[in-house]
């Protein structure tokens, strides 16, 4: 997935414009950068658009640890919007990301987080448009 597109599907699933995708994007992968440990975050940072990549580059080993409602107060944030938007935008960019890398990639980002972030990815659908279990 190039750039643009991650921005252009960002900003549509957050009902947002490109500049507040762009925003939302940046706060949710710093936040995510902080919350896994620094090999993780290099590896996610690999699979993704090129303007992304440095965004993950965090100088850390070790992952902070904090839940999804810090996660959502940091990434607002960073991203200079109020927390319900904050919600809805790293929601769209945590979905994009599952989007862009491959499923192992992403099954190694979820299982550095507690479970209570699955409630931040949109669910995937199984043929027939059911959602699929995690």
Wanted: proline share 4%; charged share 30%.
């Amino acid at each position: 997935m190039n750039y643009d597109t991650f921005v252009d599907m960002v900003a549509q699933r957050a009902g947002v414009d490109s500049d507040t995708a762009i925003d939302l994007s940046r706060g949710t992968l710093q936040t995510l950068a902080d919350r896994l440990t620094g090999g993780e975050a290099i590896d996610l940072a690999a699979q993704l658009p090129q303007p992304l990549q440095a965004l993950l580059r965090s100088p850390r080993d070790a992952a902070e640890r904090f839940g999804a409602q810090e996660f959502v107060r940091r990434a607002a944030e960073r991203a200079s919007v109020d927390e319900a938007a904050a919600r809805t935008g790293v929601r769209a960019v945590l979905t994009t990301v599952r989007e862009a890398v491959t499923g192992g990639e992403f099954d190694d980002v979820m299982a550095q987080l507690p479970r209570e972030f699955r409630d931040l990815v949109e669910p995937v659908l199984m043929p027939g448009g059911r959602a699929r279990r995690r």
